[in-house]
């Protein structure tokens, strides 16, 4: 295991502080910090900008993030049993991590930031991951203010996050994305890396904010991928009906097969579906 500073080896960290992994707070701790170096390495450059981390835990990542060279970390921890080894990381690094407590669902991340320019790495909390992700990748504003996103999932999200039409994995999530972002899974981690060893596999997944999404509103986007992938087995005239008014005149306007089913519906089909609804 590589040694990144001077400070604990993290077990030493979590036995000291009495830090066992509580599932309630979806918590599996990332322990092998060639694994937190190699995250941090894909987000880089860390120097020109601030890093917004969500559920440091003891602290793995936190330290990668510092010893990478990140100018500013801001990091949001809910259990407070965390913060007295948050607080000795920030004391080694000189100030330049800030310890948040609370819930990250009900932080504004952009009124911490100051106006610099945030990047987003995180070892995801299972249970928030998807919501907190589906926030930032649906704010009202664009272009975000987030300049990157490189976050820690389940794996089986992962591919929910990337997939591509066709696919079992295809759905709302990744019309979303899709429609925002570009990027995708870059290494997965093998559970034994982790503390507790989760039963699934976990992937890093890097997404960047397209400059110029296809023209859409993000209310209308949301209502037709609910309504279509709520009924994923049906075709389109079947599912769309509960958007109200004729199915197969919308799903013709937007230039689709009535009898087609939400997977097999790339994210231009579903953009172009949500203007003609808004515009119906």
């Not at 500073?5 to 599932?23: C, F, G, M, Q, Y």
């Not at 106006?115 to 995180?122: F, L, N, R």
């Not at 075709?235 to 306007?253: H, N, T, W």
Request: with cysteine; glycine share 8%; aromatic share 6%.
């Amino acid at each position: 295991m590589a040694q990144i500073d001077d400070l604990p080896p993290l077990r030493e960290v979590i036995a000291t502080h009495s830090l066992d992994a509580r599932k309630s707070l979806g918590q599996n701790f990332l322990l092998d910090l060639n694994l937190t170096s190699r995250i941090a390495r894909a987000a880089a450059p860390l120097d020109d900008c601030t890093i917004l981390e969500i559920g440091p835990g003891p602290g793995g990542l936190t330290r990668a993030l510092l010893a990478a060279g990140a100018k500013r970390v801001i990091a949001i921890e809910k259990d407070t049993r965390c913060l007295p080894a948050l607080s000795e990381i920030s004391s080694y690094y000189d100030g330049r991590l800030e310890v948040i407590e609370g819930d990250a669902l009900k932080i504004d991340p952009v009124a911490l930031a100051g106006g610099d320019k945030i990047k987003i790495v995180a070892n995801l909390p299972y249970n928030v991951g998807t919501q907190l992700l589906l926030n930032w990748i649906t704010t009202e504003d664009w272009p975000p203010f987030w300049t990157s996103l490189t976050l820690m999932f389940q794996k089986e999200v992962g591919e929910r996050i990337v997939a591509q039409p066709g696919s079992k994995a295809y759905g709302r999530l990744a019309v979303l994305a899709g429609w925002r972002t570009t990027g995708g899974m870059l290494f997965d981690l093998n559970p034994k890396a982790f503390t507790p060893p989760p039963k699934v596999t976990s992937t890093v997944v890097q997404l960047m904010p397209r400059e110029k999404p296809f023209a859409c509103s993000r209310k209308m986007l949301e209502k037709v991928t609910a309504a279509a992938f709520g009924q994923r087995r049906k075709m389109l005239r079947a599912s769309l009906k509960s958007l109200g008014g004729p199915a197969d005149d919308l799903i013709e306007a937007a230039g689709l097969t009535p009898t087609a089913r939400a997977e097999e519906i790339d994210v231009e089909g579903f953009v172009r579906l949500a203007n003609c609804y808004a515009e119906r």
